[in-house]
Each structure stands twice: as C-alpha cells, then as structure tokens.
C-alpha cells in the first residue's frame, strides 16, 4: 500500500467535507466505536450505524486495519502488514486511513474492482506468456521426437490441465499416446482405437479447427483417453498440434469434475501452446524422418569391411575431413571375383567435401560395379566412367585407382591403373617401396581419357599400398605447417615390410593422425593389398597364434 498515496486521498478539507464524498467514509473512534458514516457508507455497509462497534458491522480486514493503524499510525507496524484492502460486498475495496487530532480515524473507501480486476488480467498474461516462451524454448531445446512428446504433455499439466494426452498422427488404427498427470511423468502407451470414435479427436488429428468445449460430453470419453486413477472427468478439451502444412497430432486436456470448466481465455490460450507444440514435433518428425533416411543411405555409402578374399588379404581404412562426418569424397571398394579370376579394387578420391562429394562417390562406385563385366579392361572401364560423369548434372570430377588382383601359386598378380592418381607404392620383401609405373587423366572433366596400366607381381608377404592425396598432403608435423609428403610416406611404409596389411593400413592412419594433431584435413583413405605368406609357425599343431614367415 502507498501511504503516501493514502494521505494525500483521505485528507479532507473544508472545500471538500467527508460527508458529501463520493466514497463511503467511516469514522471510527480509538475504541472502534463508529462515531459517523456517510451516505455513501451506508448504503455499503447498512448495519454500521453510529455507536456500533466496527468489529460487528465491518468485515474483519477493516477491523484489524484500525486497530493497526490506531495502535502504529497509517505506516503501520515496522515488520506487520497493515491489511489496508479486502472484499466488502463481492467487491474488493482500498481503506484509507486519515487519522484526526482527537485519536479518530476517517476509513475512505475506494472501490478498486475494477483496476484489481486488470492488475489480474495483466498478471495472468503475463505468467502465461512467459510460460509460452519457456514451452517453446523447452519444446524446441530437442529434436527427438519422443522427448519433445513427452515435454508436450508434461507441460500442458503444469498451466493448463490435470491431466494431457499429446497423440501422434497415424496412418493407421494405432495411436501412440504419451498421457501425463499433474505431478507425475510422461508415459508412453499405444492403442488400437478408431481416433473417430472420440468427438473432435479424428478431426484434429486431421487438422481441422478445435472442437469447442462446452460441445464434448465427458461421459462419451472413452476408458483408453481417461488415465488410470483420475476420477470424473470435468471437462475436455481436444485441439490439433498444428505442423509445417501437415497436422503433428492432437492434444488432450481433461480437467477433474470438481475443477472449473475451460473457459474461452483458456481454450484460445491451449491453442496457443499446442500451435508452439506441433512446430516443435514437426520438426523432430522431420528430422527423424531424415535421420533414418540418411542412415539407409549411409549404409550404402560407407566403405566396406575388408577382410581375405580368394587368397589374397586385403585391409582399408578411411577417415573423413570432419569427425562429425562418416561419408566424404574419398571411397573405395573391393568386388570379389570367382575362383581363378582377378578381384577388382577401386580407391579414389572425388572433388569436394561433405555430403555433396558422397553423393558422387555413390554414382562413381555404382556405375564401377555396373562395369564388372569389363573389370580385365581398365580403360574400357574409365572411358565409360567418364562418359557416365560427363553427362550427369554434378560439375565434378573425380581420381582413382584401379587394380585387378589374382593369386597365382604363392603369388599375386596384379595390373594397376591410375586416372589422374597418386600411383600404388609396392612394399618388397627386403623394405624396398617401389611406386607403380602408371598414370592416366582424371575422369570426369575432359570428353577423352588415357591411362597406362602397370603389371605388378607381389612375392609372399609383400604389399601394395593404394592410398588418396588426403594423407600426403595432411599438413602439420612439428612447424605445424608442413605436408606429410610423399617421401616421407615411403620412409615409413619401408619400416612396414614384413607387416600384415592390417597391421600397414593402422600404421599408415596413426602417423597421417599424429602429424595433423587436432588441424583440418581432407579426406583420408589407404587400401593394402598383401600375398599371404607361405609358412605360419606356430606353438602347436599349426592351430594357434603364432608369426608369419616367408
């Protein structure tokens, strides 16, 4: 209360007596005797006639109001409230005290209904848009979709109902329902029902506007919509989750018999947050639909498991430029062949990053497979690949490798042939790194290509290392600024001989890893292609671990 406020209101003054106020004055003496009213007092309160005790004929928040302000002044007690307001009459009214020289205190009357009235309303939408933010701040903090379910139903019970049920949309008679009670927690549930069944329920569902209130007969809600332990239902309340031109659902509100009926404020406020709500499950919808998209696609996309096949042991390992990333521009492949025949390996390296890049990839390594028949004709098989390229939308290019591997006796054949490639580096027995005498243009950026392919044999236990420009050119190393560099990639694959292509292929990404540190790269793939060796010692038997000798 202003006091100040107070004062300057309930002074009277000679041009203004008390008696003709348009306010209801009392004048209570130190005894809280009534000692005058006006007219206007005694039309509020008809029993407080002079010499009555204000206790008997005033309601108790007045009373109380005097005694405090007759024992401390109109600023009331230091650590008290002076209760200066309260309702007479079904109307809620301001009493302010002017205290006269003989100990009499004129209690002025103002009816301050209405502006209560407004305060309440302006405090309402207040808290209710603030709610409104933390809902869409809440809602839109996940994209999982059963999450943001839950957060629906969880915050409709804390502002708008005593119990909620957020139904996803289905294409069928099953409906997923997540159902929440005021103080408890989402629970997750499903059910074989007609949505149409319940009144409004299929509509919204649909998407069309709410059914009002004051039209759903609770009784007609059947046992699967009203959760366990409720009680009587009040009154529902069922409106659609509006989504990005498709409806997300429906929301639910049912309120117990013995709490107030939804009013119109209430309704069009539920419409609000479910408008919130189904943007929010729209979105975790779609991203979820994408999601499992991307994965069906990424599966496709991925590089294989390598692992011996005809004889002849191969091992890969790829690492994208970005580590959130599992897909780039580099790929590679190996399709295995029929016994006696060549299995062909494919590595190559696609201009660009990131998702765009993969999707070439997919097209390079799909039309690769497409040409197996021509698998002993490397340049067949590039000139179609580039004509394939050429006449797609994407402006890219890309470089591979090829190479056909054979396993002859204890040895492996192998023809190489690079378009636009860093050449295969062959790993000897004795430590020797040779590179492949091939080379070939690029595929995919000029309407004719060449290439020379190279005939390679690898003895027992010798390798061929095939390899993108992602690791030769991963910069960093002590300056932090310096390519890995060919050279520097022989050295190390000569301290590999004797290896498996396993054992190459983790050694070759652990140096590409230690020289970047935490730097950018390109994309990263190696592929090895090893002849087994002839002779495994072992403890016993031939049966258990042991080494490879050749």
């Known amino acids: 209360m202003d006091h100040t406020r107070a004062r300057t209101i309930a002074k009277p003054d000679a041009e203004f007596p008390w008696g003709t106020a348009p306010y209801p004055v009392l004048v209570v003496d130190a005894d809280g005797a009534l000692v005058q009213r006006n007219e206007a007092a005694a039309v509020l309160l008809p029993h407080a006639a002079p010499g009555a005790t204000l206790v008997d004929v005033a309601p108790a928040w007045l009373a109380a109001a005097h005694r405090t302000v007759h024992l401390f002044g109109p600023q ?27 100990g009499t205190v004129a209690w002025w009357l103002v009816d301050d209904t209405d502006h209560q009235l407004a305060r309440d309303a302006l405090h309402m939408e207040r808290k209710r848009t603030a709610f409104l933010a933390e809902a869409s701040s809440a809602l839109l903090s996940t994209l999982h979709l059963g999450r943001c379910m839950d957060v629906t139903a969880q915050m409709a019970v804390e502002c708008l109902a005593d119990a909620a049920l957020a139904i996803a949309p289905s294409g069928g008679r099953r409906l997923s329902v997540v159902t929440c009670l005021r103080g408890g927690v989402p629970e997750l549930s499903q059910h074989s029902v007609d949505p149409d069944d319940v009144p409004g329920l299929g509509e919204a569902l649909r998407g069309f506007p709410p059914v009002p209130a004051r039209w759903i007969d609770p009784s007609t809600a059947p046992q699967w919509l009203v959760p366990e332990g409720f009680g009587a239902v009040g009154s529902i309340v069922i409106t659609p989750l509006p989504g990005h031109g498709v409806p997300a659902g429906a929301l639910v509100l049912l309120r117990r018999a013995k709490t107030d009926s939804f009013s119109d404020e209430e309704e069009v406020f539920a419409r609000l947050f479910a408008a919130r709500a189904g943007a929010a499950l729209s979105a975790a919808r779609l991203y979820a639909e994408q999601t499992a998209l991307t994965e069906v696609l990424m599966r496709e996309l991925l590089p294989p498991a390598l692992h011996q096949v005809a004889g002849v042991d191969f091992a890969g390992r790829y690492r994208p430029s970005a580590d959130h990333e599992r897909i780039g521009g580099d790929f590679y492949d190996v399709h295995p062949a029929t016994e006696g025949e060549a299995s062909l390996v494919a590595l190559g390296d696609v201009c660009g990053k990131g998702l765009e890049a993969a999707v070439l990839t997919g097209k390079v390594r799909s039309t690769l497979h497409a040409l197996l028949p021509l698998a002993d004709d490397h340049q067949r098989m590039l000139s179609l690949l580039n004509t394939a390229l050429l006449n797609s939308h994407h402006a890219r290019f890309a470089t591979l490798v090829l190479a056909s591997a054979v396993l002859r006796g204890n040895e492996v054949d192998l023809k190489l042939t690079s378009a636009g490639h860093p050449p295969p580096l062959i790993i000897r027995g004795d430590g020797t790194v040779e590179e492949a005498d091939t080379r070939g243009t690029l595929v995919g950026a000029i309407p004719e290509v060449s290439a020379r392919t190279a005939a390679v044999t690898l003895a027992p236990g010798e390798c061929c290392v095939l390899y993108t420009d992602g690791i030769t050119e991963a910069r960093g190393g002590p300056m932090g600024d310096v390519m890995f560099g060919d050279e520097r990639l022989k050295r190390a694959l000569s301290a590999c001989a004797g290896m498996t292509a396993e054992g190459i292929v983790d050694h070759v990404q652990m140096l590409a890893a ?37």
């Open 76 to 102: 009331g007690a230091p650590d008290a409230d002076p209760g200066l307001s309260g309702v007479i009459g079904g109307r809620r009214f301001e009493a302010h005290p002017s205290v006269g020289d003989d």
């Open 514 to 550: 230690q020289w970047l540190g935490d730097r950018r790269h390109d994309d990263m793939a190696v592929v090895v292609i090893a002849a087994p060796r002839t002779h495994h010692l072992t403890a016993v038997n031939g049966h258990t671990r042991g080494r490879f000798t050749g």
